[in-house]
């Protein structure tokens, strides 16, 4: 039985051997299956959820990522490692991934692909508060005087 750490799993996403799997990997909806379906970020998943602790590690790990010095007209060495780790703070815990997405907008880098991909995947799917009594609430707390009503009975509406 192997030991798995946090280190060991960001051994494991960032090695050439895992990008090699990813490398034939050519569009959005199997980048997904691929991210949902990898037993090694499923690990990565569980252990980020267990502590905040390591929810910490793992953006201060996308951080160094981002910051790696690398050829500026080539894809970045580390853009599937970067993307994957945006997933997983995403699947483990959705409200601290628009700190995350902030940190990714304001320090664009011109040679990723994948994270942008997986970023705006993200900002698609974050959830929204939608429930009964949210709406009910919202509803009591609307000021009066700004509400534009729609006059149904004037001659002219649809």
Known sequence: MKTISIDSIFSEIESADFYARLALINDFNS?????KSNSSIQ????????????????????GKLWNFNCDKNKLHPYDHSIAIYLYVIFDSFKEEVEEILEFVYKNKLGN??????I??????NLPRISTDFCEAHQIAE?????????????????
């Open 142 to 158: 609307f000021d009066k005087d700004k509400i534009t009503y729609i006059d149904t009975e004037a001659t002219d509406s649809d």
């Open 31 to 35: 980048f997904l299956l691929f991210l």
């Open 43 to 62: 690990e990565l998943i569980n252990i980020i959820r267990m502590d905040l602790i390591n929810l910490d590690l793992l953006k201060k790990r996308i």
């Open 119 to 124: 970023y705006n995947y993200i900002l698609k």
């Open 112 to 117: 990723l692909y994948w994270t942008y991909r």
